[in-house]
């Protein structure tokens, strides 16, 4: 029976000549069939895999040149399938896939490539995420990268159970001895047909989502799940994901967000306060959409690269919160101020004249009316001693780039540092997560 729907389904693959062709009940014929692969897995050993892939979003790609490719989303993951590649498979090979991408998430990989592009080769790192995980998994497909033929393919001697950043390494060294011609473009447009493995993992250059995001939703997932037939190792990530009892930066965040109020909206429910025998005339109630205002010290030493990071990560939050997002740029005044709706809305930063005054943030936040928005300070914090003018709001980070002191005798709000020695987007010491120590602090 599976065997005969694999076929069946494959010949319609085959024939497909335009991505318009998706729209017939081919997509829903496929993803009938994965589900029923999926079902499966749920009775025995693989149940955590199975359990797990209920929770993954999937769609399809005929673009892609592997048979399967994971993007992680600010709501979780979305799992994108060629079925020209795929139903290739036997069902043992569709299941040891499955199995490999779930390894990429708990494995959180897709930070650590991140991490490593500015280092080696997309083709290098590729390889070593997958030979790391691979070693894990039996009935791979025969084209998949394990370790014995990776280092016959690159003349190199790697040994199992070691790093990805050991094996990047190690292959990068052999790439660099060899010239290659390969074409490393795929239009948009393009229907794939033929598995190139070397960019199994391009999709993963159009993430940018925060490393903590991923792993909230990969935690969320797995500890809904009985981890009782899981690997050994993953037992241990998901033990780890049930010792850390504090909330996120994230979470706290969107609790905090509603309950933050930014100016009013009309309503029926509610008379007129002044005129209460006027049924016309409509009351109003505080009306709960945030303000954010991310205010950068262009004079200070935070990269282009840093700042952007912050701001993926804040409109990533505020995504399905309709939240209000402004960025204010000041030296010793105010040189920029612009909305935030999407990463589109990113701009470099304008130039400095190398002095600094935070008054001018709080003075144009106090002449807008600003006064319910959470501010999020960015500076290397040299500036004036004493403010010019109270600030209304009640929420401030002041986030200190650098080894100064913040200059201001009174900051009305709580300082956090990056040590200029560390990278933000990095590690545990990152912009986001003072921020996130913050509003932690803010919701006890």
Known sequence: MFEEKRQRLLKKAMDMKFTEDLKSDFTKEFFDFVGSVI??????????????????????????????????????????????????????????????????????????????????????????????????????PANAKKIEGVNREYNIDLKGDRSIEEYAKAIQGSINKRVTNRDKNVKSDTIVREIDITKAHKLWENSELAKKTVEENAKKIAIGINGENAPEDLKKIIKSFHEKEELSWEQILRRLIPSVKSDYRKTITRRDR?????????????????????????????????????????????????????????????????????VKDIRKRTANNG?????????????????????????????????????????????????????????????????????????KSTALDMVREVIHDWAR
């Not at 025995?44 to 209920?54: A, I, N, Q």
């Not at 896939?97 to 083709?123: A, C, D, G, Q, T």
């Not at 990560?313 to 040189?335: H, P």
Request: glycine residues 4%; contains cysteine; charged residues 30%.
């Open 39 to 140: 079902i499966d897995m749920l009775d025995g050993e693989d149940d955590f895999f199975g359990t797990f892939m209920l929770r993954i979003e999937r769609s399809i790609r005929l673009d892609i040149s592997w048979p399967i490719s994971t993007l992680p989303r600010v709501s979780g993951f979305i799992m994108y399938f060629n079925p020209i590649l795929f139903l290739q498979l036997t069902k043992k090979e569709m299941v040891a896939l499955f199995k490999h991408e779930i390894y990429h998430i708990m494995y959180s990989h897709y930070e650590r490539v991140n991490s490593l592009k500015n280092s080696y080769s997309s083709e290098a790192i590729s390889i070593a995420i997958d030979i790391s995980v691979n070693q894990f998994i039996k009935n791979l």
């Open 355 to 427: 002095s600094t005054k935070f008054s001018p943030v709080f003075e144009y936040i106090k002449e807008e009316g600003l006064k319910d928005s959470i501010v999020i300070y960015f500076t290397d914090g040299v500036g004036e001693e004493i403010l010019s003018i109270r600030p209304i709001v009640k929420k401030i980070i002041w986030v200190i780039i650098g080894e100064e002191k913040l200059s201001l005798k009174n900051h009305y709000g709580i300082v956090k540092r990056i040590k200029s020695s560390r990278k933000v987007g990095e590690g």
């Open 274 to 342: 002044r005129q209460p025998d006027r049924m016309d005339l409509r009351g109003k109630l505080p009306n709960s959409v945030p303000e954010i205002i991310i205010a950068i010290d262009i004079s200070a030493s935070m990269t282009d690269e840093d700042i952007r990071k912050i701001m993926i990560e804040v409109l990533a939050i505020t995504a399905n919160r309709r939240g209000r997002i402004k960025v204010i740029e000041c030296d010793d005044e105010i040189r920029s101020v612009y909305s935030l709706k999407s």
